[in-house]
């Protein structure tokens, strides 16, 4: 099973905390901080989850959860969205979209394990 994982978000030093945690448990991980390279990375890699430091409001992500999807043109590639706990709630309710989950902040070790693998269960 493929097992990398792509971290997307501005704040490099949290994404490479997160790849540390992933990469104690096995799996690969790329380190992206422009949106512009994101979609070039994901061509050049054959990832298995991307995770997204929730930067953009909720609004925003879903028209950018729509074009990305179009632009890669994969429907059920996992996404693992980090958020606070309070955005959450309002974030499920604009994003209809089954390969989407929430993790909120701050990131304990066990829960992003167990969001990983179940994402990658998604994938088949």
């Known amino acids: 099973m493929n ?3 792509i971290i997307h978000g501005p704040d490099e030093e949290f994404a490479h905390r997160l790849a540390k945690m992933l990469q104690q448990a096995g799996y690969v991980t790329h380190e992206n901080s422009k949106m512009e390279c994101l979609q070039k990375l994901m061509s ?3 990832v298995a989850v991307l995770i997204f430091d929730g930067y953009l409001a909720s609004d925003d992500f879903a028209v950018w959860l729509t074009h990305f999807r179009d632009s890669i043109q994969v429907t059920t590639l996992p996404i693992l969205v980090l958020r606070s706990m309070d955005q959450i709630a309002y974030a499920r309710t604009i994003i209809d979209d089954d390969h ?3 993790l909120s902040k701050p990131i304990l070790y ?3 394990i167990s969001k990983v693998s179940t ?3 998604l994938r088949g």
């Open 3 to 5: 097992t990398e994982i």
């Open 44 to 46: 050049h890699t054959n």
């Open 100 to 102: 989407v989950d929430f």
């Open 110 to 112: 066990s829960n992003l």
């Open 119 to 121: 994402s990658l269960k």
